[in-house]
């Protein structure tokens, strides 16, 4: 049986000799008949018109005008582009998709007219019969090599310049230095940490906030990008292409925006539960306004007797403080790697391996006060009141939204970790948090009160 392609005891699924596959010239050849779409039905027409009505609704969802299409910019202005990133990588997208238009016009069109005005009729002796060309080999080995190396090398070159050596080289020539901002994803909500929001500037501070990132106009931004649980993917598609954001490592990548206004971004790697809800936005503000955003965050804030009644809840009944930070910076030591979020982090860690234990251990640490503190990672509020929405890019905020996301979290965003992992809302069947109404409105007070004062009037 020497036509068999494996050698039979590597065989993975080993063949009875019946099975076996014979040799080509043993399998009957069944006439061509006549009557082969009745043999295979209407079925493959009617598959090919529903895919064809499946991608024409799918085509609907491409409106140019949405928050976050790539195509908001006709190919050849490049109209609507927020910057030097986008803009190159959108001339490279569309060069390249026109170009394999063209070309698959040309070739498809060449072979559809060569089978139509060709086509065999009956009666027809056997046409003369011809073997090579070497023009034409020549031709269509030239052509698509060029197009082929030009476009590759293109590629690279603006590969390039997506590096932050890039974002560097043009601020200094403006003289002054990109922005740096982390940004951590988190199931499923963005952290962004400033370790120097103002380069340049003595009286430097750390700034923390999630979801919403503010940047001023024109400045060349470098982002960090990090995970603290799995894979998600930052894209902001109107400034930036998209990069993923892998646990243990720093991905890189920067932008410029060239307009003042909001951008909108989203996770572009399937995360989880919540992934499709993790959105977030990019404030690009006039210098002036940022410098005031960095230099009021975090400064003390005036409490109304209701908003102190809050604070109390805040750190009191309501547990908020075990994850999270409001009138701070969320620290963490860049040589030790170690801070509150850090250590939330690792808190996180030792509670998910605890849920892996059986049951009746759980049960056991429990009755003895053995089980881990649940303190986890979460958005920080100080700025809560500079940011339009709540839950990632869910909700407008108001105080409406706020108190049904600390009441019900569920109810806005299914699937979230504050409403799965916070003490208050295990104890209650109906999974909301266990607290009072009039709880829930000093909450709201205080933390609609928190925020630097620019956001405040
Ligand atoms: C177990 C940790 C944990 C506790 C305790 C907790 N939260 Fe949260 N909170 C989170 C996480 C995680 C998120 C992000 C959820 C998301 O968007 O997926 C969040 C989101 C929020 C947000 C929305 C922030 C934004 O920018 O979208 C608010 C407001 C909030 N929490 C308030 C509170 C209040 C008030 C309390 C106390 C009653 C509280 N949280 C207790 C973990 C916690
Ligand atoms: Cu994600």
Not at 19 to 31: E, G, L, M, N
Not at 57 to 66: E, I, K, N, Y
Not at 105 to 116: D, F, H, M, N, R
Not at 248 to 270: D, I, P, V
Request: a negative charge; aromatic letters at 8%; glycine letters at 8%.
């Amino acid at each position: 049986m020497g036509q068999l392609p494996f050698a039979e005891e590597d065989s993975p699924n080993e063949r009875s000799a019946e099975s076996r596959p014979r040799a080509v010239s043993d399998i009957p050849v069944s006439p061509v008949s006549g009557n082969s779409s009745r043999r295979f039905g209407r079925r493959p027409l009617i598959t090919l018109a529903l895919l064809g009505g499946v991608l024409m609704l799918a085509a609907l969802g491409c409106d140019a005008d949405a928050h976050q299409s790539i195509l908001s910019s006709t190919p050849w202005t490049l109209d609507g582009v927020g910057g030097p990133v986008a803009r190159e990588q959108l001339l490279l997208f569309n060069v390249l998709l026109w170009t394999m238009v063209v070309v698959f016009v040309l070739v498809e069109g060449a072979l559809l007219y060569a089978a139509i005005r060709f086509r065999r009729r009956p009666g027809d002796p056997l046409p003369p019969q011809t073997h090579g060309h070497t023009p034409l080999e020549i031709a269509w080995t030239i052509v698509p090599t060029i197009l082929i190396l030009g476009l590759g090398v293109w590629s690279v070159i603006v590969l390039f310049k997506l590096e932050p050596g890039e974002a560097i080289a043009l601020a200094r020539a403006e003289g002054k230095e990109p922005i740096r901002v982390e940004a951590v994803g988190h199931q499923w909500w963005w952290e962004f940490r400033y370790e120097d929001p103002l380069p340049g500037d003595e009286a430097t501070k750390l700034v923390t906030t999630a979801n919403e990132m503010r940047v001023p106009v024109n400045t060349p931004i470098i982002m960090e990008l990090k995970s603290d649980d799995v894979i998600h993917s930052f894209w902001i598609p109107k400034l930036a292409g998209k990069q993923d954001v892998v646990p243990t490592k720093t991905n890189s990548m920067w932008f410029l925006a060239e307009e003042t206004g909001m951008y909108y971004g989203q996770c572009a790697e399937f995360c989880g539960t919540a992934h499709a809800q993790m959105k977030f936005r990019v404030h690009v503000m006039e210098d002036a306004e940022y410098k005031a955003w960095v230099a009021s965050f975090a400064e003390p804030v005036q409490l109304s007797a209701e908003a102190a009644r809050g604070q109390l809840v805040f750190l009191g009944d309501g547990q908020c403080v075990t994850c999270h930070t409001v009138g701070a910076s969320d620290v963490v030591d860049p040589e030790t790697g170690e801070g509150v979020q850090h250590a939330r982090m690792q808190t996180y860690i030792e509670y998910t391996q605890w849920l892996a234990k059986r049951a009746d251990e759980r049960l056991q640490d429990v009755r003895t006060g053995n089980e881990p503190p649940t303190a986890f990672a979460a958005p920080n509020l100080t700025d809560l009141s500079c940011r339009v929405t709540l839950g990632a890019g869910l909700v407008d905020r108001n105080r409406e939204t706020l108190r049904q996301w600390v009441r019900d979290p569920d109810s806005i965003k299914p699937g979230n970790r504050m409403s799965e992992l916070a003490a208050i809302y295990q104890t209650r069947l109906d999974h909301r948090a266990d607290l009072t109404e009039a709880q829930l409105g000093d909450l709201v007070e205080y933390l609609t009160a928190q925020g630097p004062a620019v956001c405040l009037q």
